[in-house]
């Protein structure tokens, strides 16, 4: 994958959904993470584009980058456990880097369900989020329109 991270240069963080908007509308994608190497390629763009230093407080949203990958939802609104990327492709990635405390946890508040990835800026591991969190996104070249070059 080749990956960017945006909202540094655009200078604002979004939502979930509007971070989906702004790849498209740049004729990208949001990230599609796929491996342990895809991973490391988001941490490496991310330090490129944002820098090294990160927030003082773990939770800081701005350590956090959107990726296209969300929890597939029932008809009811409630999680299922699978997660796709925002384009319905599966995650071909067997064992993502959920965080250490039990991720994905779902957790449910009056906003909705968890249900969005975020990447850790601080260790490279995966949370599961609320939707409505303003935060960095990283968006790459269609797979069919791309080759290895870094935007």
Request: aromatic fraction near 10%; glycine fraction near 8%; include cysteine.
């Amino acid at each position: 994958a080749v990956v960017s991270t945006q909202s540094a240069h655009y200078g604002r963080d979004v939502r979930w959904e509007q971070a989906r908007k702004m790849c498209e509308s740049f004729g990208l994608t949001m990230a599609k993470i796929n491996s342990k190497e895809d991973n490391n390629e988001l941490d490496m763009a991310a330090k490129i584009m944002m820098g090294e230093e990160v927030g003082q407080k773990r939770w800081n949203n701005t350590n956090w980058i959107w990726i296209g990958t969300r929890e597939v939802m029932d008809e009811n609104g409630i999680g299922t456990g699978v997660w796709k990327h925002h384009d319905g492709t599966p995650l071909l990635w067997e064992t993502p880097g959920w965080d250490f405390k039990r991720q994905p946890d779902n957790w449910v508040r009056k906003r909705g369900e968890q249900q969005a990835v975020a990447f850790s800026r601080i260790n490279k591991k995966w949370d599961d989020s609320f939707l409505h969190k303003k935060r960095p996104f990283a968006c790459m070249c269609p797979e069919e329109a791309c080759s290895t070059n870094i935007y």
